[in-house]
T-cell receptor
Framework: GDSVTQMEGPVTLSEEAFLTINCTYT??????LFWYVQYPGEGLQLLLK?????DKGSNKGFEATYRKETTSFHLEKGSVQVSDSAVYFC???????????FGQGTTLQVKP | NAGVTQTPKFRILKIGQSMTLQCTQD?????MYWYRQDPGMGLKLIYY???????DKGEVPNGYNVSRSTTEDFPLRLELAAPSQTSVYFC??????????FGNGTRLTVT
């Protein structure tokens, strides 16, 4: 079945460092891909999405490119801030049911 | 501008007790979902619904039941609580081909 694999955390960075969180997927057909963010004590919020190959999703300085040839959707940010500390989830949606399949989440800690 | 509302925020149950987690959305979304989140495990889909009167099992449905009598509401029922059901539960909704909107979660402890 469909699945999503993320790099394990926690990822600890200093402020203004470059961030990459790896995400790869397995799916039949052409799924849509998403990154969600969860701040402490809150629900998940959509960060960005891409719906077809070579699309680049971007929001709040974060970017991810849908790479069908490597089945990847890595999250990047050029300069992280302390306020970016959160748990980041990669997810895919395939088929007609609208079901979202999540990776296990990667905790990011940014230190001043 | 409520979005997805879950109640209660916290609950402690004894083994064998039952309870219903409430979820309501005001966005007229057809799709609704229940997920559980366990540390280091991401989110696992319990049940979902593609419209009023229609429900289906997700990855981890055992021990739970749902109903969808209206578009707005999607309650999750635990009949005989077990320690393995200690988790954080998230309800979500979406329209066709649109991202999911999540509630703020219900933290459940079964002792």
């Amino acid at each position: 079945g469909d699945s999503v694999t993320q790099m394990e955390g926690p990822v600890t960075l200093s402020e203004e460092a470059f961030l990459t969180i790896n995400c790869t997927y397995t799916a039949t057909g052409y799924p849509s891909l998403f990154w969600y963010v969860q701040y402490p004590g809150e629900g998940l919020q959509l960060l960005l999405k891409a719906t077809k190959a070579d699309d680049k999703g971007s929001n709040k300085g974060f970017e991810a490119t849908y790479r069908k040839e490597t089945t990847s959707f890595h999250l990047e940010k050029g300069s992280v801030q302390v306020s970016d500390s959160a748990v980041y989830f990669c997810a895919l949606m395939g088929g007609n049911t609208g079901k979202l399949i999540f990776g296990q989440g990667t905790t990011l800690q940014v230190k001043p | 501008n409520a979005g997805v509302t879950q109640t209660p925020k916290f609950r402690i149950l004894k083994i064998g007790q039952s309870m219903t987690l409430q979820c309501t959305q005001d966005m007229n979304h057809n799709y609704m979902y229940w997920y559980r989140q366990d540390p280091g495990m991401g989110l696992k889909l319990i049940y979902y619904s593609v419209g009023a009167g229609i429900t289906d099992k997700g990855e981890v449905p055992n021990g739970y039941n749902v109903s969808r009598s209206t578009t707005e509401d999607f309650p999750l029922r635990l009949e005989l609580a077990a320690p393995s059901q200690t988790s954080v539960y998230f309800c979500a909704s979406s329209g066709s081909n649109s991202p999911l909107h999540f509630g703020n979660g219900t933290r459940l402890t079964v002792t």
